[in-house]
C-alpha cells in the first residue's frame, strides 16, 4: 500500500524486478532524502493494485486500493509533480488473468477476467479490464515529451568497459519479413483538424446492408490535431503468415514474430493470435470448434491452447503432426519448451529484435542452440528499422561499444500521441464493410472500406504535443551540437501532416540547417554510419519509435536498455524521471525465486534519482537536494568504475550488493563534500560504519543466496516477506536506521 502524504518525490510502487530492487533501495533513499527534510513518498501503479483500485466493491477496508494511477494523472499536470516513474507491467491478458488468480489466491474478491462475454454484466466487468490492459499507465502519466539519453557516466564505463558483441557473418540468413502492402503503413490516410472540424465525434460501422453501429462515441478531437484511420487486412495477414512459415522452413532458419502485445493492447493480441492459428492451420481446420468448445483463444497463445487442449489425445497428436511439419521455431526458454508464439508477452518486439541483432542476428532454437531467425515484423511502419539494422551489421559487423558514439532520442508521447494512445479506437471489424470518422457536423473525415476481421485503428496527436516535441529538439540540438534527425517519412500519411508542423517551426527558429527529416530506414542507416565513426545523433522521433529505438542503441551500446536516463519534460512545469526498460524483468524473478540471486540493474533508477533532485532544487530553490544530487552523481561512477554491478550468476554479487556500495559511496561523498556543513557532519558516520562493516555486510548478503525465496506472490507479493528477503543484511539496516 502506497503512502497517502504530500511527497516531494513520488517513487512509484510497481511490479516484477524493478519491484524487489525498490524493497532494497527505497529504505536507502528514504534514509539519506530524510537527512535533507526530503518527503520521499510512493504511489503504487502495479498491475495488482489497478485491479483492486477498478473492482472496489467486494474487498474489505484493508483490502482495498487507492486509485493512485489517476491521482498522478493529476499530478502530473501540476508544476509541482516531481515523479521517478519504475518501469511496470503493460498487461497481457494471459498475465492480467494471472494476477487475478494470484489475487483470489490471496482472499481479494475479484471477479473472474471474462474473455469472451455474453451477458451484460460480464461485458461490463471486461470493459472495466479493460481499463487495465495493456499500456494503461503511460497514457495517463505522460503528460510531456521524451528526453531520453545515456548518462554520461554510463556512456564512459561503456567505452571503457566493452560489453560482449557476437559476430556478424556476410551470409547470415536472418532477415526482416514484412508484409507486401496491405498494412498499417500502405493503409494509412491522415489529416489536420481545422478549427471548423474540431468537437465531438465518433467512429461508425457500416454494414454492406447499410445498418450503422456506433464503435466509439464521446470522442472529442481539437483544432490541429492530427487524425489517422487504418487498417490490417486480415486475408493479406494471414497470406504473409502462412507464406513465411514456408520460407523459414526452405530456408533452415527459425520462425519468430516480434510484437508488441502489451502496449499494442488491442491490435498485436489479434496479430499474434493469427500467427498461432497459422502455425497450426491444420489443427484448426480439422478441430476448430471442439477447441473453441473448449475455451481456446489463439490470441492467448500457445501455452493457454496447449493447457485447454491437453486431455483431448486426438486433439494433441494432431498438433505433434502439424509441429513436426513446421519450421523450428525461435525460443523464449528452450530448456523449458516455451516457444515464441506461447504467451503474447513473451516476446516483446523492442527487447527481442536488440538482443538477437546484438547477439549477430542469432536466436535460440528448440535444440538449445543459437541459429539464424527469419523475423517477421508484419506491419512495415517501423519493421524498416530492424531491417535497416540486420542489413548493415551483416555488411559491416558488430558495433563496436569500445569506439562508437551514441544516439540520444526526443520523443513525441505527450497525451496519448499516436499509436500507443489507440487502444480506445481499435476495432477488429465485425463484417465487410465501412469504418468511418464522422466529425460534429455529419463531415465524415476518414472512411475506409474493410472485411470482416480486418484491424483497424485510429490515432491522433495534438498540437500543443507536437510544438512542444520539436521545441524540445532544438534545445537538445542546441545544447549539444549532434547530428539531428527526424525520423519522419514523407511517403506515410501520418508523417507527412507532423512534416507540416515540423518545417516551418525549424525555419521560424532559424534552425533549419541543423536537422535534418529522413525516413525510419534511412535515419537507421544515417545514424549507424555516425556511430560507427564515433559520433553522435539525436533521433527525434514518434512515440513507438521513441521506444524502439531506446532500446534498440542502448543495448548495443551499453547492452542494455536498463541504464538509459530518462526525463519527461512535463509540459506544465513538472517532472518526471522514468528508470529504464522492465522487458527483462521477468527473467530475473524466476532466478530471484529459484536462487535469491536478482540480477537486476538499478542504475537507471540512479540516473534518475540524481535528476530528481536536481529538479527540486532548481524548482523549489533547495540547495540540500542540489547537495544530495551532485553526491549521487559520485556514487553512480563509483558504481561503474570500481564494477559492482550486478553479476549474472548466483553466489556473485547481485542487485542487493551494489545497493550496499551505492549507500557507501553516497555517504562519502556526502562526508567528504564542504557546500554543506550539517549533511557532511550527519553521514560522516555513517561513511566511516559502511566501510567499517563492509565484510559483515557482503557477507550477509552474500549468505542470503543460492536457495529458494519466497516472496508471497508473483504479481502481489507480500510486503514483509519482500522486505525480508531484499534487506537481508541486518548489518546494513542497522546503520541505515
Not at 317 to 345: E, F, Q, W
Not at 621 to 649: C, F, M, W, Y
Request: glycine share 8%; aromatic share 6%; hydrophobic share 40%.
Amino acid at each position: 500500500m502506497a503512502d497517502t502524504s504530500k511527497p516531494d518525490i513520488v517513487y512509484t510502487i510497481v511490479d516484477e524486478a524493478p519491484e524487489l530492487a525498490s524493497a532494497s533501495l527505497l529504505p536507502i533513499i528514504r534514509s539519506f532524502a530524510g537527512a535533507a527534510g526530503i518527503n520521499v513518498g510512493t504511489r503504487d501503479i502495479s498491475l495488482a493494485a489497478r485491479i483492486l483500485a477498478t473492482f472496489p466493491e467486494n474487498l474489505t477496508g484493508e483490502q482495498r486500493q487507492s486509485d493512485d494511477l489517476a491521482e498522478l494523472g493529476e499530478l502530473v499536470k501540476t508544476p509541482d509533480a516531481n515523479v521517478i516513474k519504475l518501469p511496470n507491467i503493460s498487461a497481457s491478458v494471459p498475465q492480467l488473468t494471472a494476477a487475478v488468480k494470484e489475487l483470489q489466491a490471496q482472499g481479494y474478491d475479484i471477479p473472474d477476467y471474462p474473455e469472451e462475454p455474453t451477458t451484460d454484466e460480464e461485458k461490463a466487468i471486461r470493459a472495466r479490464f479493460d481499463t487495465i490492459k495493456g499500456s494503461a499507465v503511460n497514457p495517463v502519466l505522460r503528460e510531456g515529451n521524451s528526453d531520453r539519453r545515456a548518462a554520461k557516466a554510463v556512456k564512459n564505463y561503456a567505452q571503457k568497459n566493452p560489453h560482449r558483441m557476437g559476430a556478424w557473418a556476410k551470409d547470415s540468413k536472418t532477415r526482416v519479413s514484412s508484409m507486401a502492402g496491405n498494412d498499417f503503413y500502405a493503409n494509412e490516410v491522415a489529416s489536420t483538424l481545422t478549427a471548423d472540424q474540431a468537437g465531438p465525434a465518433k467512429i461508425e460501422f457500416v454494414g454492406k446492408d447499410g445498418t450503422t453501429t456506433v464503435l466509439k462515441d464521446g470522442w472529442t478531437l481539437i483544432e490541429g490535431e492530427v487524425v489517422d484511420a487504418t487498417y490490417m487486412s486480415a486475408r493479406a495477414l494471414d497470406a504473409f503468415l502462412a507464406e513465411q512459415i514456408e520460407a523459414t522452413k526452405a530456408e533452415g532458419t527459425l520462425f519468430s514474430l516480434h510484437l508488441k502485445a502489451t502496449m499494442m493492447k488491442v491490435s498485436d493480441p489479434i496479430i499474434f493470435g493469427h500467427a498461432v492459428k497459422a502455425w497450426l492451420a491444420p489443427v484448426f481446420d480439422a478441430f476448430g470448434d471442439e477447441m473453441k468448445a473448449l475455451g481456446v483463444n489463439p490470441n492467448s497463445g500457445l501455452g493457454d491452447l496447449l493447457e485447454r487442449v491437453g486431455d483431448n489425445a486426438e486433439i494433441m497428436a494432431a498438433i505433434k503432426v502439424c509441429t513436426a511439419d513446421r519450421p523450428a521455431m525461435y525460443m523464449v526458454n528452450s530448456d523449458k519448451g516455451i516457444t515464441n508464439l506461447h504467451v503474447p508477452s513473451d516476446v516483446i518486439i523492442d527487447a527481442s529484435m536488440p538482443a538477437l541483432i546484438r547477439a549477430g542476428g542469432k536466436g535460440w532454437g528448440p535444440d538449445g542452440n543459437e541459429g539464424d531467425s527469419n523475423c517477421l515484423i508484419p506491419d512495415n511502419c517501423y519493421a524498416p528499422v530492424y531491417d535497416a539494422a540486420v542489413e548493415f551489421f551483416k555488411a559491416n559487423g558488430a558495433l563496436n561499444p569500445a569506439t562508437a558514439g551514441t544516439v540520444q532520442n526526443v520523443g513525441l508521447m505527450a497525451q496519448k500521441a499516436e499509436e500507443y494512445g489507440s487502444h480506445p479506437t481499435t476495432f477488429e471489424a465485425p463484417a465487410d464493410g465501412t469504418i468511418r470518422i464522422v466529425l460534429a457536423g455529419g463531415e465524415t473525415l476518414h472512411s475506409l472500406d474493410v472485411e470482416a476481421g480486418d484491424i483497424w485503428r485510429a490515432c491522433t496527436a495534438k498540437k500543443a504535443p507536437i510544438e512542444n516535441w520539436i521545441q524540445l529538439a532544438i534545445d537538445r540540438q542546441r545544447l549539444t551540437g549532434f547530428q539531428a534527425i527526424f525520423w519522419l517519412d514523407e511517403n506515410r500519411a501520418h508523417d507527412a501532416e507532423l512534416i507540416k508542423y515540423v518545417k516551418p517551426a525549424l525555419e521560424a527558429a532559424g534552425v533549419a540547417d541543423k536537422f535534418t527529416i529522413m525516413a525510419p530506414r534511412e535515419a537507421t542507416v544515417a545514424s549507424l554510419e555516425t556511430i560507427t565513426a564515433g559520433g553522435d545523433s539525436i533521433a527525434v522521433t514518434g512515440n513507438v519509435l521513441r521506444d524502439y529505438l531506446t532500446d534498440l542503441f542502448p543495448i548495443l551500446e551499453l547492452g542494455t536498455s536498463a541504464k538509459m536516463l530518462s526525463i519527461v519534460k512535463l509540459m506544465n512545469g513538472g517532472g518526471m524521471f522514468e528508470t529504464g526498460a522492465g522487458g527483462s524483468a521477468p527473467k530475473h524473478v524466476q532466478q530471484l525465486l529459484e536462487e535469491n540471486h536478482l540480477r537486476w540493474d538499478s542504475m537507471g533508477e540512479f540516473c534518475a534519482l540524481s535528476e530528481s533532485l536536481n529538479f527540486l532544487a532548481d524548482s523549489k530553490g533547495n540547495a540540500k537536494a542540489g547537495v544530495l544530487a551532485t553526491a549521487a552523481e559520485v556514487a553512480t561512477q563509483g558504481i561503474l568504475d570500481e564494477g559492482h554491478s550486478p553479476s549474472r550468476k548466483v553466489g556473485e554479487p547481485d542487485n542487493r550488493d551494489s545497493h550496499y556500495w551505492f549507500a557507501r559511496y553516497w555517504a562519502e561523498a556526502l562526508a567528504a563534500q564542504s557546500d554543506d556543513a550539517d549533511l557532511a557532519a550527519h553521514f560522516a558516520p555513517i561513511a566511516t560504519a559502511l566501510a567499517g562493516k563492509e565484510a559483515e555486510i557482503t557477507g550477509e548478503l552474500a549468505a542470503a543466496q543460492g536457495k529458494p525465496a519466497d516472496i508471497g506472490g508473483y504479481y502481489h507479493p507480500s510486503a514483509e516477506k519482500k522486505t525480508k528477503v531484499m534487506r537481508p543484511s541486518a548489518t546494513l539496516n542497522a546503520i541505515l536506521g
